[in-house]
Nanobody, 118 residues
Framework: QVQLVESGGGLVQPGGSLRLSCAASGIIFSNYIMAWYRQVPGKQRELVASIATGGRSTYYPDSVKGRFTISRDNAKNTVYLQMNSLKVEDTAVYYC???????????WGQGTQVTVSS
């Protein structure tokens, strides 16, 4: 079976930092583009960061550029999201996503709550 297991979510003050982890199993991890999405109730799920299979290319929307960093360790089948200078607006459920580089296949983690509040 395919599993994406997330950890690292929680409550943090504005300006603080948090590091999310997503450990994948059941897939050839290095063949998958990895990404983090977030979703607020009533809104569309939005892309936060993505990273190419080899980790050489990354993407961030303007809302998080310069504050968030995505990375991956293919030897550990794990993708990370380092979140710095957190804002209240970053509060959301964050989801790990794995997308096949070759096939129409994608998998999602269970989601982890990130709350930024003073």
């Amino acid at each position: 079976q395919v599993q994406l297991v997330e950890s690292g979510g929680g409550l943090v003050q504005p300006g603080g930092s948090l590091r999310l982890s997503c450990a994948a199993s059941g897939i050839i991890f290095s063949n998958y583009i990895m990404a983090w999405y977030r979703q607020v109730p009533g809104k569309q799920r939005e892309l936060v960061a993505s990273i190419a299979t080899g980790g050489r290319s990354t993407y961030y929307p303007d809302s998080v550029k310069g504050r968030f960093t995505i990375s991956r360790d293919n030897a550990k089948n794990t993708v990370y999201l380092q979140m710095n200078s957190l804002k209240v607006e970053d509060t959301a459920v964050y989801y790990c996503n794995a997308k096949s580089d070759y096939y129409a296949l994608a998998y999602w983690g269970q989601g982890t709550q990130v709350t930024v509040s003073s």
